[in-house]
């Protein structure tokens, strides 16, 4: 059974804007899956579907078997604890040190300190930070803070990981040390989803990739087939 | 049974870390706070100095008023019974509180007591010879009406006249019913202006943290947990706030009751003793301040909440 279903996704902005047309997806569980696309394609707007910042005007989207079309405003904090989600620009609390950013994912479910403490660690181990626990975000480099935010979405050990463009702020090098991360997610079982310009990088992965053009899914590549060269 | 009791750990560690988190934040926000602080501060003075004021004034009309009585002069004809008669008829009037019978022999003895030279004088007085008339001192519910229940009185048989210092007591009273007015207005307007500026602080303060709150509801707290620690922030600001002018209420009210030994300027003003009236009026200001911040923060947050 498929983890992710789109069935006939329509999205209008209220302004009149229309950032989905007729959107068919399915993502198996523990798939990688990248959807790429120009400026204005749909990719952030399909992004935001899923954790349920927007609603789709038409269709449904199940995730894990929830109809999230359906989740009330009151209860999206109910899907958004089953999900991890990784921004371009990192979101973490400039006042609370790495360790704290972290933990705050935790301890809203009021976790006992001592597991918070364990699973914090243990996430912070996963992106490689451990040594930076009390460290301020302002203190570490881009790559650092986006494997802090990638430590903070898994840290609830979610079955599904979003990303955002993740490595949008960040130079080559570093851009692949996090996408390494990911990929390391990915092989412990989580499903990810991730929207990016970087058809370079999309390139190297060889994963499942979508294309997005003006609001339409054109291309669905198999795992591995997606070529930077082919021309599109 | 453990089910319950692991829910019941887990809303404790919430509620512990949310008020743990709404303390730390006042802090880390230090600057916003302060503001938030000196705002609720100068308000609450404000209210507080508003409140000595009015209470003052309030307790001087009351006690101006409770001495409004209308003297009715009996004709020297009326018998006993015909006195008690006319005193049983103006109690069946509208507006009277009760009234009291003085006679006039009483008045004599009370004014020989003033002075010797009148003791002299009313000295040589019989029950014949006696000039005064017998009294009734009359008390009305509602000062506003004094003057028709004054000639209403006038209207019955045997009553030679009627006094009720006419003029003055008049002006008085209207001078009393616009300064109440005016006193309930500044209140009112007091209260609204607090928790607008308050509200408003607290607005600032939240604002700068609209991210914060993004976040949290991205990692999946749920409203109420997002918006107890800035509840309990606005509570934590708010008794700040209320602290200052609570100790200026308490200690600057008794020493200037001390000061002016309980009067102002006359006998005729007194003031409010200081306890236990600082006491409340320092409940009443950390009532305010607290419910405010409460208040302002939960308005705030909600702004940012998708409810």
Redesign the interface.
Known sequence: MEFIKFKNVDKTYKNGVNAVYNMNLEIKKGEFVFVIGASGSGKSTLIKML?REEKPTNGEIYVGGINVARVK??K??????KIG?VFQDY???P?LTVYENVA??L???????DEVKRKVLKALDLVGLKSKVKSYPDQLSGGEQQRVAIA?AIV?SPKLLICDEPTGNLDPDTSLEVMKVIEKINDLGTTIVMATHDREMVDKMKKRVVLLDNGKLVKDYEKGSYSNYEGV | MRREVIVI??????IS?NIRDGFKSVG?NLSLSIASISCITITLLIVAIALVVSYNVESVTKRVKQDFTIVTFVDNAASKEQIDNLTERIKKLDNIDNITHETKKEIASEMRDTSDSLSAIIDTWTDETNPLYDTLLVKVKDTQKISNTAKEIRKLNLVKDVKYGQGMVESLLSVFSAVEKGILITMVALVLVTLFLITNTIKITIFSRK??I??????????F?IKQPFVIEGFVLGFLGAIIPMGLTIYGYSALYGHFNGQLFSPFIKLVAAEPFVYVVSLVLLVLGVVVGMFGSYNAVRKYL??
């Open positions: 954790y405003n009151s999206v904090y109910k899907l958004r604890r989600i979101k973490l609390l006042k705050f994912a301890e809203i479910y009021g976790l006992p300190t903070r609830n | 750990m887990k809303a404790f560690r919430i870390r880390r991210r914060e993004e976040i949290m509801r991205l990692v999946g707290a749920s409203n947990s998708k409810i």
